[in-house]
């Protein structure tokens, strides 16, 4: 079946940097790809969405492109911070349905 | 703010118990849903409720059942727990279908032993 997956499932990143942490879909009829940010002992909390027909949204620190050639979908986040430390999922949506699917997830670690 | 509230940070059950998770938000919101997230699975979809008394099956619904009698409630229920079933449950709430926008609660570690 068709799923969202995560690239890599760790990534350790120096406070400063820039992070970057990839994600690849294969349903091409997604319409809305979304990012959630978990942090430890919490519930997934929501970053920022992106529509099918875009290729960039920036939000606060963050921005998510949008690849749809090759079906990729990123979010850098600027300037990494110690509260940036948690598991990252990418998701995907349909227009009119009422379900998320996630990724595996991605835990980001900042190192100080 | 959106609160999810989900009644149990951490439950341990015996094999072949029902047990019952319960989930309750407070901004009228008219989609719920139950995921259940393991390690490198992500979360997955067991049921989701777009009304009161309404409810569709998720990804993995096999071994659940799900209730909502009230807007802001919305139970899930397994009817005869196994150990495959300990996770961590998460719920959540979303205003309409066309929000990408899903607000979670704390989850339930539920244990079956």
């Known amino acids: 079946g068709e799923s969202v997956g995560l690239h890599l499932p760790t990534l350790s990143v120096q406070e400063g940097d820039n992070s970057i942490i990839n994600c690849a879909y294969s349903?091409?009829?997604?319409?809305?790809f979304i990012w959630y940010k978990q942090e430890s002992g919490k519930g997934p909390q929501f970053i920022i969405d992106?529509?099918?027909?875009?290729d960039k949204r920036q939000g606060q620190r963050v921005t998510v492109l949008l690849n749809k050639t090759v079906k990729h979908l990123s979010l850098q986040i600027a300037a990494t911070q110690p509260g940036d430390s948690a598991v990252y999922f990418c998701?995907?949506?349909?227009?009119?349905?009422?379900?998320?699917?996630f990724g595996a997830g991605t835990t980001v670690t900042v190192r100080a | 703010d959106v609160k999810v509230t989900q009644s149990s940070r951490y439950l341990v059950k015996r094999t072949g118990e029902k047990v019952f998770l319960e989930c309750v938000q407070d901004?009228?919101?008219?989609?719920m849903f139950w995921y259940r997230q393991d390690p490198g699975l992500g979360l997955r979809l067991i049921y989701f409720?777009?009304?009161?008394?309404?409810?569709e099956k998720g990804d993995i619904p096999e071994g659940y059942s799900v209730s909502r009698e009230k807007k802001e409630r919305f139970s899930l229920i397994l009817e005869s727990a196994s150990t495959n079933q300990t996770s961590m449950y998460l719920c959540?709430?979303?205003?309409?279908?066309?929000?990408?926008?899903?607000?979670f609660g704390q989850g339930t570690r539920l244990t079956v032993v």
């Open positions: 959540a709430s979303s205003f309409t279908a066309l929000n990408t926008e899903a607000f």
């Open positions: 349903n091409s009829a997604s319409d809305y």
């Open positions: 992106i529509r099918s027909n875009m």
């Open positions: 998701a995907e949506k349909l227009r009119d349905d009422y379900k998320l699917s």
């Open positions: 901004m009228d919101h008219e989609n």
């Open positions: 409720s777009y009304d009161v008394k309404m409810k």
